[in-house]
């Protein structure tokens, strides 16, 4: 069955960075696009990007442009959200999900999520 | 950006009430449109997809409609099992843009 199994929840603190995964299994992890999600309580759902599973195509929302980095290892079926000079404001759930590959592009598949605190 | 405004923010219904969701979408997105729940401390799951096809494993009593640029998700019977917040996605074009979500419980 498809999984994305993220990793553990991670307390950091202001001005540092980190670096979340998502490890996919149960499918062919070249045929599927993946995004990240940011949700905070604040603000709900914010879509941060999507990656192409070669690592040669991302797309980023303005507003996490400078912010975040995805990449990808597919000879690991994983991808990676790397998060830098972090602020309170970037404390929130951060979810990586699957897009469908039939032509429609909808989130079949979501991660568990993992928390991120930034405090000092 | 295509914004996509989700209604009502909050709602209260009764068991084996009808509950109707609705997000409009700032410009055509033809049926790229899809619809999720989530439960407290999970992710969001899909319920419909493509404006309005029933995603698989979703009960019947879920459904999704279109009408131009406004798309709804309908809950015929309310169970109990269907509270929680309730999202709509646009996937016509990047950025992605989800509905601000909606707050369902019990009355």
């Known amino acids: 069955q498809v999984q994305l199994q993220q990793s553990r929840a991670e307390l950091v603190k202001p001005a540092a960075s980190v670096t979340l995964s998502c490890k996919a299994s149960?499918?062919?992890?070249?045929?599927?696009?993946l995004h990240w999600v940011k949700q905070s309580p604040s603000q709900g759902l914010e879509w941060i990007g999507w990656i192409g599973p070669t690592n040669v195509n991302a797309n980023y929302a303005q507003e996490f442009k400078g912010k975040a980095t995805m990449t990808v290892d597919t000879s690991a079926s994983t991808t990676y959200l790397h998060l830098s000079s972090l602020t309170s404001d970037d404390s929130a759930v951060y979810y990586c999900?699957?897009?469908?590959?039939?032509?429609?592009?909808?989130?079949?598949?979501w991660g568990q999520g993992v928390l991120v605190t930034v405090s000092s | 950006d295509i914004q996509v405004t989700q209604s009502p923010a909050s709602l209260s219904a009764s068991l084996e009430e009808i509950v109707t969701i609705t997000c409009q979408a700032s410009q055509d997105i033809g049926n790229f449109l899809s619809w999720y729940q989530q439960k407290p401390g999970k992710s969001p799951q899909l319920l419909i997809h493509?404006?309005?096809s029933l995603a698989d494993g979703v009960p019947s009593r879920f459904s999704g409609s279109r009408s131009g640029t406004q798309y709804s998700l309908r809950i015929n019977r309310l169970q109990v099992e269907d509270t929680g917040i309730y999202y709509c996605?646009?996937?016509?074009?990047?950025?992605?843009?989800f509905g601000g979500g909606t707050k369902l419980e019990l009355k």
């Open positions: 149960g499918y062919t992890f070249t045929n599927h696009y």
């Open positions: 999900a699957r897009e469908y590959d039939g032509g429609y592009f909808y989130f079949d598949y």
């Open positions: 996605l646009q996937h016509y074009s990047a950025p992605r843009t």
């Open positions: 493509s404006a309005t």
